[in-house]
């Protein structure tokens, strides 16, 4: 039931992005891919991610995430989160940010990491990011992955 409600607020999230995007802040979604290590764990990733970022004047923004990321690992699960950034706009078209959140699926913990994304053109961003989950009783976990989306 946890896994169908996580799928039903990720679903909601991707639809109702495109409205939002008319407040003046900017809608996005992306495609990802990365590689995800710790406590004899060595494997690739992949996901999809939507979110919102605010804008907090012409130097900063603050935004939401939810994501669905599954190790390439047999058996793993998708492990879905949640969370937040917030951080600086780098010229015209770069952003850094600091990010938190949750993790849920198999795991349930919180994490925390940094990014930059980059536009190319007016729609096309790219995306760099480091994650560091905190496992509580099975080792913590850090991840890095790029990312290709739309923005609007």
């Known amino acids: 039931m946890k896994k169908f409600a996580v799928a039903a607020a990720l679903l909601s999230a991707v639809v109702a992005t495109p409205a939002l995007a008319q407040d003046g802040g900017e809608a996005r979604v992306e495609l990802r891919g990365g590689y995800i290590w710790g406590n004899g764990v060595d494997e690739a990733t992949a996901g999809l991610a939507a979110g919102y ?3 907090l004047g012409s130097t900063a ?3 939401a995430e939810v994501a669905g990321d599954k190790v390439l690992q047999d058996g793993a699960d998708v492990q879905f989160s949640a969370g937040g950034r917030v951080g600086a706009k780098v010229g015209t078209a770069g952003k850094a940010y600091v990010t938190g959140g949750y993790t849920f699926s198999d795991i349930d913990d919180p994490y925390i990491g940094a990014g930059y994304q980059h536009k190319f053109g007016k729609n ?5 990011e480091y994650r560091h989950q905190f496992i509580g009783n099975f080792g913590d976990f850090d991840t890095v992955a790029a990312g290709i989306g739309l923005a609007f």
Not at 124 to 128: F, L, P, R, S
């Open 124 to 128: 096309v961003y790219g995306k760099v």
């Open 61 to 63: 923004f603050a935004g």
């Open 53 to 55: 970022d605010f804008d």
